[in-house]
T-cell receptor
């Protein structure tokens, strides 16, 4: 009974490269949330997706960041032309119904930009 | 704008003592949740309290919610070294799609 799976756990990129972060939600969950956490900070909401649809992307930077959750396969958070300020831990969470429900988190991807 | 704010930022206690963490928020909410995060790991959901509830218990955890003061507290009784972690409150604002707004957390250290 796997929980939320994120990979890779650690990702190192040079400035200007692309970073792709993957998230497989818990079995039976169709709602996925992405959050970003800076050191010693709480999590900041980025985007909420439900199979093939972006429900709320109010926390996503307007440029370079995109997210998808295709019908088949994991959700992907893509960061193009990465900059040093993108260094953070990125967490994915899933829930069965969305709305007012507890969210189940993965262990995150720690992105480091050289 | 950041919703939840926890205090204290850090708390150090001895095993067996109780730990109390507080959280304040700014806008109307549907519910308030508490999560725990061990170093280098994801968040684990502890307890959810709805806006029409005032107190909730789960094992050694007790959560209170005061919507008039827009505040909540998490009490961990008879703490153990394994309770060492960061604790975050999270709210979903009334009318939101369910995305959570987290505070900066309280870092709890329980010494054996």
């Amino acid at each position: 009974n796997a929980g939320v799976m994120q990979n890779p756990r650690h990702l190192v990129r040079r400035r200007g490269q692309e970073a792709r972060l993957r998230c497989s939600p818990m079995k039976g969950h169709s709602h996925v949330y992405w959050y970003r956490q800076l050191p010693e900070e709480g999590l900041k909401f980025m985007v909420y997706l439900q199979k093939e649809n972006i429900i709320d992307e109010s926390g996503m930077p307007k440029e370079r960041f995109s997210a998808e959750f295709p019908k088949e396969g994991p959700s992907i958070l893509r960061i193009q032309q990465v900059v040093r300020g993108d260094s953070a831990a990125y967490f994915c969470a899933s829930s069965s119904t969305g709305g007012t429900q507890p969210q189940h988190f993965g262990d995150g991807t720690r992105l480091s930009i050289l | 704008s950041q919703q939840g704010e926890e205090d204290p930022q850090a708390l150090s206690i001895q095993e067996g003592e109780n730990a109390t963490m507080n959280c304040s928020y700014k806008t109307s909410i549907n519910n308030l949740q508490w999560y725990r995060q061990n170093s280098g790991r994801g968040l684990v959901h502890l307890i959810l309290i709805r806006s029409n509830e005032r107190e909730k218990h789960s094992g050694r955890l007790r959560v209170t919610l005061d919507t008039s003061k827009k505040s909540s507290s998490l009490l961990i009784t008879a703490s153990r070294a394994a309770d060492t972690a960061s604790y975050f409150c999270a709210t979903d604002a009334a009318g939101s799609q369910g995305n959570l707004i987290f505070g900066k957390g309280t870092k709890l250290s329980v010494k054996p």
